[in-house]
């Protein structure tokens, strides 16, 4: 009969010798159905550090991811595993469209581009120039139409403005059209003074700023005059200065200077007691 030592001696080199092996193996979870892997070791054998798989992907899949991944013990791998996404179909485009990119094939990896033109000048494209492949065989957006374009009807009324010539309201325009724009006297034009028609919608921003009025009451209140002529009244455009000065017997109070800047129709003005 063995000696006691001898089995408790065994038992832990045989304990040790089993986690040694088992905490060194790697396991392979879950995979994308389309991913394919090299390098697994025959039925029973374990993966263990220093073992690398390599992986690729089935017809009209990408690889996203690792090429190859090794097993660095403890159940860890040097990276995550790569899955598989579907590459886009080349899309049918309409006879009136071509594609101008460079990209060749018809199955299309994720983050191609395909851009398009419309095959007469004349033409307007409706949609997006550019698409993209987002993966899983998914674009970006549709493929363009190329139709001519859309007229435009009379332009919309500018607020405090009003257009150059005369137009009536049942004017039709063509794509490209120009209206310029004027604004009413004392008032300041802000932004471009054209609209553009585009394909049946006007386009172009622009504003009508409002001027300041600093009337005799008003400076009455604030105890203050013009420094320079004796008008009664003032219209002063949108970024004008006016300059006061305080009626006699009165000083400025507050912070507002004496020298003040109109800011489309407001404006702060000093005060004198």
Not at 53 to 78: N, T, V, Y
Not at 194 to 201: A, D, E, R, S
Not at 238 to 246: E, G, M, N, S, W
């Amino acid at each position: 009969m063995k000696p006691l030592w001898f089995i408790f001696l065994f038992f832990q080199i045989f304990v040790n010798f089993s986690w040694s092996q088992t905490a060194n193996i790697c396991e392979i979870g879950g995979l994308h159905p389309r991913l394919y892997i090299a390098g697994i070791p025959s039925t029973g054998q374990a993966i263990i550090a220093g073992h690398k798989l390599r992986f690729f992907c089935g017809a009209d899949h990408k690889l996203d991811g690792p090429e190859e991944i090794e097993c660095l013990g403890p159940g860890q791998w040097s990276a995550s595993f790569p899955t598989c996404s579907e590459k886009c179909k080349r899309p049918e485009v309409p006879e009136n469209v071509r594609i101008t990119s460079s990209v060749q094939g018809n199955a299309l990896s994720k983050g191609d581009i395909l851009s398009f033109a419309c095959n007469r000048r004349t033409d307007f494209m409706q949609g997006s120039a550019s698409i993209e492949c987002l993966g899983n065989g998914q674009w970006s957006d549709p493929p363009p139409q190329c139709e001519a374009p859309i007229v435009c009807s009379a332009p919309p009324p500018l607020e405090d403005g009003d257009t150059k010539s005369y137009i009536s309201s049942d004017s039709v325009f063509q794509h490209g059209d120009k209206v310029e724009y004027i604004c009413r006297q004392t008032y300041t034009m802000n932004g471009e003074p054209f609209k553009t028609c585009n394909n049946g919608v006007w386009i172009g921003e622009m504003r009508c700023l409002k001027p300041c009025t600093v009337n005799e009451q008003l400076m009455n209140t604030h105890n203050i005059w013009f420094a320079h002529g004796y008008s009664n009244k003032l219209y002063a455009p949108h970024k004008d200065h006016l300059t006061f000065v305080c009626k006699r017997g009165t000083t400025r109070v507050g912070r507002v200077p004496m020298r003040v800047q109109c800011n489309d129709g407001e404006m702060t003005l000093p005060t004198c007691q």
